[in-house]
């Protein structure tokens, strides 16, 4: 994991005997409210204590929102908010589920990788989400300009957030849970699983590295790939003409995992 800017980031993930969770918050624009970082870790630790369990993980996520909004006190449409990725194992069966833009590969011991990723919030404001990427393509960089289209997008995600013709995030409305994108797959069938948030993936992607090298990687190998992400940022694409993007660097963190088949 490594912080966009000041640490800890806003990030967040832990490795339970049986699962994975990956957070990736985002601060609420209301002052009164508990900041992301507050918001990520409760619902960090009630995912984990949730994922213990058998219901299935649209219910997982539901019952840690609930958690989250009683322990914080928050009010949907007000607070702050996270998208999740979850990976649990059985014996025979490896479930994944996605709420927000998180993105977890899988790949299948028959060859190749799938893919989950819940890319729903893209769809908001389109308009105003294609002008601020052209304009960095331009060579205009993080100025006023830029930083007027990003309120006006922010603006748009708070009136779609948790709505049938928008988009869905953990924030304070458990059902939101219940809208993750699901996947399962037998257990035998998959041979490694990476999980990122999208401040890794799409520098992963632009570069064209391969998701099943990140996969090998020690956690070592993995702090050095995330500090080359940041800095090929920093030294080749400051200003987000290459890769457009609403800041010069987001929280980065990347989790993999393989089978114990010992």
Partial sequence: ?????????????????????????????????????????????????????????????????ADAKSTLGITPGVGPSSTVALLRWTETTIEVAALGDNTIVLGLTSGG????????????DPAARRTYHERLRHGHGYDDGHRDLLTTIQRSEVQARNTQDGYWIAEADPD?????????????????????????????DHLGL????????????LQALLDRLHRWETENDPNG??????????????????????
């Fill in 1 to 65: 994991m490594l912080p966009g800017g000041s640490p800890p980031g806003q990030d967040r993930w832990t490795a339970t005997p049986h699962g994975i969770v990956v957070l990736d918050g985002a601060t609420a624009r209301a002052p009164e409210v508990p900041p992301a970082e507050r918001y990520v870790d409760t619902l960090l630790d009630a995912l984990t204590t949730r994922l213990a369990g058998r219901d299935e993980l649209p219910e997982v996520i539901a019952e840690a929102i």
């Fill in 113 to 124: 990788e799938v893919r989950l990723r819940d890319d729903r919030l893209s769809t908001v």
């Fill in 176 to 204: 939101a849970g219940h809208h993750a994108e699901t996947m399962h797959l037998p257990h035998e069938s998959v041979s490694w699983a990476v999980i990122a948030t999208d401040g890794a993936q799409r520098v992963i």
């Fill in 210 to 221: 391969p998701w099943a090298d990140v996969a090998t990687s020690d956690d070592d190998e």
């Fill in 241 to 262: 003409q290459a890769l457009p993007r609403a800041k010069p660097h987001d929280d980065k963190t990347l989790v993999v995992w393989q089978p114990n088949r010992a």
